[in-house]
Each structure stands twice: as C-alpha cells, then as structure tokens.
Nanobody, 126 residues
Framework: QLQLVEYGGGLVQPGGSLRLSCAASGFDFHSYTIGWFRQAPGKEREGVSCISRSDGSTEYLDSVKARFTISRDNAMNRVYLEMNSLKPEDTAVYYC???????????????????WGQGTQVTVSS
C-alpha cells in the first residue's frame, strides 16, 4: 500500500548529469519531509539532501552542495534530485525516504524516516 519509489539512476561519465525522481503511493508527500540518502559499497549510508514539508527549505551534504539540487514538482507529489558535475565518489545506491517532521536536516537520524524506497544505482565512471 505505502510505497516510495526511486528511478533515474544509471551509468554516467565523470562530469555528467542525472536526475533522480522519488514518487509516493499510498501516502501524501504533503505530510512528509523527504530525504535523499546514498550508500556506497562497504560504507555507511549517508544523508545527501532533504526538502522540508513545511516551507520547502533544503539542506545538502557539504560535498554535493554546489552540484546537486533537490526540488518538488507543482503538485508536491514528486521529489527530484538533480545531480550535476558528477564525480566517481558519487557512485552509490541512492534512496529516498519520508519522515513526519516539518523541517529537514541532513543530521536527522535515519531511524526517524518512516518510509524508504528500494534504491536506484548511480555509477560514475569513465
């Protein structure tokens, strides 16, 4: 019933771009702050970006701040992560997740996120 689905991952060369999408089914994006996370092989999952439900404010991991942009569509039922100037260290499985708090922070505990997508693979390589 309650699903969160990511799509848009793939293989891209360094310096290239990808746009990831996150779509909800069975619950209302309007009631949730949405975060993007990533996990590289052998590493812990880390918060990449988030967008709040209350005012649309955003936060970013320092290493992606100048290159990634999180946004919502006009219906507020889709969240996107625009990724530009991609680097090999961006290679990871990317997840979106939903948390019932009004404001977001990349420091928000991952355990607070109620719904998680299945992840989409992003590979940055020549």
């Amino acid at each position: 019933q309650l699903q969160l689905v990511e799509y848009g991952g793939g293989l891209v060369q360094p310096g290239g771009s990808l746009r990831l999408s996150c779509a909800a089914s069975g619950f209302d994006f309007h009631s949730y702050t949405i975060g993007w996370f990533r996990q590289a092989p052998g590493k812990e999952r880390e918060g990449v970006s988030c967008i709040s439900r209350s005012d649309g404010s955003t936060e970013y991991l320092d290493s992606v701040k100048a290159r990634f942009t999180i946004s919502r569509d006009n219906a507020m039922n889709r969240v996107y992560l625009e990724m530009n100037s991609l680097k090999p260290e961006d290679t990871a499985v990317y997840y979106c997740a939903a948390v019932a708090r009004p404001l977001c922070s990349v420091a928000t505990s991952q355990s607070d996120y109620k719904y998680w997508g299945q992840g989409t693979q992003v590979t940055v390589s020549s």
